[in-house]
C-alpha cells in the first residue's frame, strides 16, 4: 500500500429578541402551525376535559400532572419537576408552569413510557440552567413514546435536550437557546437524541450550540422537519444514522448549515439513506468555534457530507453561503495518514466504517450567491489554488459551489484500500461493504441544480474536484504523492460529475402506533411530492 502524505492542510476545516425568532420559527416553517403530533396527543383519555391549549393547539386535559403551578418568575423548580417526575406512571402528562424558571440539576427520567413534558408554549415556558451543576438539561434514558414540547430550554451547561436509547422520540415546539454571542464554550448540543429509534424533530428552533443546534446520532428512522437552526456551529446534524429525511428546515447563521457524517469509532458504525430537501441554508458565515471533526467544518458551508454513503440532497435553497454551497469530502482530507488507518480504526473498519464517501445525488437544488469568500486555515490552500492560475483552467476561479474533494475514490481506484477489506467483519460483508474500486452505484453525482446566480455573475457558479478519481489522470510525484489537480467546471452541465443516481427511498417513523413523514402524516406535503 503506498502511503499517502499529502498536505494535512488540504483537510475541510447578533442574536436579536429571542421572541421574534421562536415566532419566526411558526411563521416561516410552511406549516403554520401543524404538529405531527395532533394524530396521536390530541386523543384525549376518556372522562378527561381541556383545561387550557397551547399556543402550538396541543390540549392540556384535567389529568394532568402540574408541576409548581403557583411558581412565581424567576422561581427554582428544580424540586417540585423532580418530584413530579418521581412517581409517574405510563402515559403521563406534566405541565410546567408558565414564566422563566431555574432549574438547577439535570432532570432525568429512565424508561419513561408515554410520557408527555409540555409547557405553555415554546416562548412562554423557559427552563434557565444557567446555574445548573449537571452537563445534560433534560436527559431520557430508555423508554418509548416519549414526547417533550412547548417550553424552552436555555443556557444548559452541555446539552440541552438529551434523549438515549429511546424508541420513539417526539421533540416539537421547543426552543434550546445558548444567548448572546456564539461561544466555545457554550453548550455543545440543543437537540440531541442519541442511539434511538423512530426520532421526530419539527417545529423547534435551537440557537447558540458549540457544536449542533439539531442532532441525531447513531440512531435509526428520522424524521427533522420544519425546524430553524440559528448560529450555532452545525446548524442540523445527521451523524452515522440512517433512514433519515430531513426537510422543511431553516438553517441561518450558522458556521455551517446542514451536515451528514459518518465518524469513526461508534456504536453505530455507518449510517445511510439520508435525504435532504427542501430546506433553505442561508448565510452559514458564522466563526467555527467547535472542538473535533466539527470544529473543521468550513465556516460558509451551507451543506458538507463527511465519509458517508448513499445521501440525496435535492430542492434545497442554497444561498449567500461564503466558502461553498455543498462540500462532499471522504475522510483521508481530515487525516491523511492512510498507513495508520488500521491502528488508529481497526476495530470501526470492521464493523463497516470507511473513510470514503460513496452515492451522493445532489439534484435540483436552487444555488445563488456562494463562495465569495471561502473560509477556513484548512479550506486555504484549496481555495488559493482554485485563485490562482494553477487550477485545471489556468486561470483563477471562482470557488466551487459544489465541491467534491474526490480523494477517497481516486485511493479506492488506485487500489490503495484493498487491504482494508481483509479487516472487514461478517456484519460489514453482509452490508455489501467493500473497499474496491468505485462501480457506478458509488459514483457522486451532481446535475439539474440551477445557478440563481444574478447578472454578471451568472456564469460563475462551478463544480470542482480537488483530486481527479480516474487514475489514468492523476500526475504522481517523485516522492509517491498524488498531485491535485483542481479540477473545474461550469455547474450547469458539468462533465466531472454528470451521473444519475437511484432515488433513496422515504424514511418513516412509527411512534404511538402511528407513521410520520413522507409516506405517514406528510402524504400530501408537497416537499414530499418533489
Request: glycine share 10%.
Amino acid at each position: 500500500m503506498r502511503h499517502m502524505t499529502f498536505a494535512k492542510s488540504l483537510a475541510f476545516s447578533a442574536m436579536i429578541s429571542s421572541g421574534i425568532l421562536l415566532t419566526g420559527c411558526n411563521v416561516e416553517d410552511g406549516k403554520d402551525g401543524k404538529d405531527g403530533a395532533d394524530g396521536t396527543d390530541a386523543v384525549l383519555p376518556i372522562g378527561s376535559t381541556v383545561i387550557k391549549t397551547t399556543p402550538s393547539g396541543f390540549a392540556i386535559t384535567d389529568d394532568a400532572i402540574l408541576v409548581a403551578p403557583d411558581a412565581a418568575e424567576g422561581d427554582n423548580i428544580t424540586e417540585a419537576l423532580s418530584e413530579a417526575l418521581f412517581t409517574i406512571g405510563d402515559d403521563a402528562l406534566i405541565v410546567l408552569p408558565k414564566g422563566r424558571f431555574v432549574v438547577t440539576e439535570t432532570i432525568a427520567i429512565n424508561s419513561a413510557s408515554g410520557l408527555t413534558i409540555t409547557g405553555h408554549g415554546i416562548n412562554e415556558t423557559i427552563l434557565d440552567f444557567s446555574t445548573s451543576v449537571g452537563d445534560d438539561a433534560i436527559r431520557f434514558t430508555g423508554g418509548n413514546g416519549i414526547t417533550i414540547r412547548d417550553l424552552g430550554v436555555y443556557e444548559a451547561p452541555k446539552n440541552a435536550i438529551k434523549a438515549l436509547n429511546v424508541n420513539g422520540i417526539h421533540m416539537t415546539y421547543t426552543a434550546t437557546v445558548w444567548e448572546g454571542d456564539l461561544e466555545a464554550d457554550n453548550g455543545a448540543y440543543g437537540l440531541y437524541p442519541l442511539q434511538s429509534q423512530n426520532v421526530l424533530l419539527e417545529n423547534n428552533f435551537a440557537f447558540g450550540s458549540a457544536d449542533a443546534g439539531i442532532y441525531v446520532g447513531q440512531s435509526e428512522n428520522i424524521v427533522v422537519r420544519n425546524n430553524v437552526a440559528k448560529q450555532n456551529v452545525a446548524g442540523i446534524e445527521i451523524e452515522n444514522s440512517s433512514m433519515a429525511d430531513v426537510y422543511n428546515n431553516i438553517a441561518i447563521n450558522n458556521a455551517a448549515g446542514i451536515l451528514v457524517f459518518d465518524l469513526p469509532g461508534l456504536n453505530k458504525a455507518f449510517g445511510s439513506n439520508v435525504r435532504i430537501f427542501n430546506n433553505k441554508a442561508i448565510s452559514n458565515n458564522a466563526e467555527n468555534v467547535g472542538a473535533g471533526v466539527v470544529g473543521l467544518a468550513p465556516s460558509g458551508t451551507g451543506v458538507l457530507v463527511l465519509a458517508t454513503s448513499d445521501v440525496e440532497i435535492y430542492y434545497n435553497q442554497l444561498t449567500d453561503n461564503d466558502t461553498t454551497a455543498v462540500a462532499i469530502s471522504s475522510y483521508l482530507l481530515v487525516d491523511d495518514e492512510l498507513a495508520d488507518y488500521p491502528t488508529k480504526f481497526g476495530a470501526t473498519i470492521t464493523a463497516g466504517w470507511s473513510p470514503t464517501v460513496k452515492n451522493v445525488y445532489l439534484h435540483n437544488n436552487t444555488i445563488a450567491r456562494n463562495g465569495a469568500n471561502p473560509q477556513g486555515v484548512l479550506l486555504e490552500p484549496i481555495a488559493a489554488g482554485y485563485a490562482s492560475n494553477m487550477n485545471s483552467k489556468g486561470e483563477p476561479q471562482t470557488f466551487p459551489s459544489i465541491l467534491y474533494d474526490g480523494a477517497g475514490e481516486l485511493f479506492s481506484n488506485l487500489g490503495e484500500l484493498d487491504g482494508f477489506n481483509a479487516l472487514l467483519g461478517p456484519d460489514a460483508q453482509a452490508a455489501g461493504i467493500s473497499y474496491g474500486a468505485y462501480t457506478a452505484g458509488d459514483l457522486i453525482c451532481a446535475n439539474s441544480n440551477i445557478n440563481a446566480n444574478p447578472a454578471p455573475q451568472y456564469d460563475e457558479v462551478n463544480t470542482g474536484l480537488v483530486y481527479p478519481t480516474n487514475p489514468a489522470d492523476i500526475t504522481i510525484m517523485d516522492d509517491g504523492v498524488p498531485q491535485p489537480h483542481l479540477l473545474i467546471d461550469q455547474m450547469v452541465n458539468n462533465t466531472y460529475l454528470n451521473c444519475v443516481q437511484p432515488r433513496l427511498p422515504a424514511a418513516v417513523v412509527i411512534f404511538r402506533n402511528t407513521l410520520y413523514g413522507c409516506t405517514g402524516d406528510d402524504l400530501a406535503e408537497e416537499a414530499c411530492a418533489l
